[in-house]
């Protein structure tokens, strides 16, 4: 054994006793990708217990261990870590599933870089291979994908290196209406999630810094135009060892549709409201205080709106009974709702008039109300009373009657 030979078995030797408690895991090679030596934790992280486990060389190793990308595509034997370091590429932070052929239940994750070390004569002498086990790692990121994208909240994340979107779950695209492509790869500015956001200059300068954004109302607009109301938050947090944003969203829309229809009817019953030409009056349901009436009430009764708005039914006194107008409410709260019942009410000035009044339960601006609609009846009821007395007076006297009806049945025979 020559003195040079001799050396290098030396260092070998040395170099292998100095790695061999590494916790990352270390597999030497010859350039010509015959496998020499690996440590424990490299061993460990193939679940063997020797090295020739790991195969002779390069191509025995292809055929005993199957790789793949994370992105699921499967390693070509050629471009298998050790083949790359064999052709002179130095690579870092690689990323792959190692698979054993003979059992494929077991799976570990890889992460590896390599090494080539040179001679005196800057010749390629040996190869290493350093590897990490990123199997939990890769778990924990599983997990965090199935969660992301199972999340029905709608989410978006960017890397803050170039702002540009890298993940996108499918609430989001639910949402929006936009497709994957159109989303990933695309910077905030293309794709402004906090466009005409509350406070966007504080939340800009949150992104720079890496902060927490905290919630506001933004307009997010549609790939087929228009935009949607939308509360969005940021939430930092790291991939991959890379600093990113979370975006998160809840979808507004729905609760302005449902305002603007609220606002709308409430415009068409205020309307209805004043224009109808039926007496209407509405108090509040827990203090009885007037609400609002409308100008047929106002015209039957007398009074204006300044002096019955605010005030409680019993204030006003515009019941003439007080027991008919507690019976009244008591029948309201119990059942909701009244048809047609006898009301005599007592107008300003204090003239009396007769009225059927229908009442019913209503929410106005989220406040329970009662909607009272009256008729008055006083015309109608003093000509009922003049029919009945005119009747009552000519059936004091009905002999006349009588006796031509008699006159006439004889006439008939």
Request: charged share 25%; with cysteine; glycine share 6%.
């Amino acid at each position: 054994m020559t003195q040079d030979v001799l050396a290098k078995e030396t260092n070998r030797r040395q170099l292998q006793q100095i790695i061999s408690g590494l916790s990352d895991g270390v597999i030497l090679a010859e350039v010509d990708q015959t496998i020499l030596w690996a440590n424990e934790a490299a061993l460990a992280m193939h679940g063997v217990s020797g090295v020739m486990a790991l195969g002779t060389d390069g191509q025995q190793y292809a055929e005993r261990f199957s790789l793949r990308y994370r992105n699921n595509h499967c390693v070509l034997p050629e471009n298998y870590p050790l083949a790359r370091a064999a052709t002179g590429d130095e690579f870092s932070d690689v990323v792959v599933e190692v698979t054993p052929i003979a059992d494929q239940d077991r799976t570990w994750v890889h992460r590896l870089r390599s090494l080539v070390i040179t001679d005196a004569k800057g010749e390629p002498e040996l190869l290493v291979l350093i590897l990490s086990d990123a199997t939990e790692w890769a778990s924990a990121e599983q997990r965090f994908e199935k969660t992301f994208n199972a999340n029905p909240a709608p989410a978006v994340i960017c890397r803050l290196s170039d702002l540009r979107y890298i993940k996108v779950n499918q609430g989001f695209l639910e949402m929006t209406g936009y497709n994957r492509d159109q989303v990933i790869g695309k910077s905030v500015y293309e794709l402004d999630v906090l466009e005409q956001a509350e406070r966007k200059d504080l939340a800009i300068q949150r992104l720079g810094e890496g902060a927490t954004i905290p919630q506001m109302q933004a307009e997010l607009r549609l790939p087929g135009g228009g935009s949607k109301l939308v509360i969005v938050a940021g939430q930092p947090l790291d991939m991959n060892e890379e600093d990113c944003m979370l975006f998160s969203f809840t979808d507004l829309e729905p609760r302005r549709k449902a305002e603007i229809a609220l606002r709308q009817s409430e415009e068409r019953f205020a309307k209805s409201f004043r224009l109808t030409p039926v007496p209407t009056l509405v108090c509040s349901a827990a203090n009885r205080q007037v609400v609002d009436v409308n100008e047929a009430f106002m015209s039957m009764t007398g009074y204006i709106s300044e002096e019955l708005i605010g005030k409680s039914i019993e204030d006003i006194s515009f019941i003439d009974s007080p027991q008919a107008g507690a019976q009244l409410f008591a029948t309201l709260e119990k059942s909701g709702n009244i048809e047609g019942q006898d009301l005599k009410v007592r107008k300003k000035g204090n003239e009396v008039i007769d009225c059927v009044v229908s009442a019913d339960t209503v929410v106005i601006e989220d406040v329970p109300c009662y909607l009272l609609v009256m008729m008055n009846i006083t015309e109608r009821k003093r000509s009922e009373l003049e029919l009945v007395t005119a009747i009552e007076e000519v059936m004091q006297d009905a002999s006349w009657f009588s006796q031509t009806l008699i006159e006439k049945l004889a006439n008939a025979k």
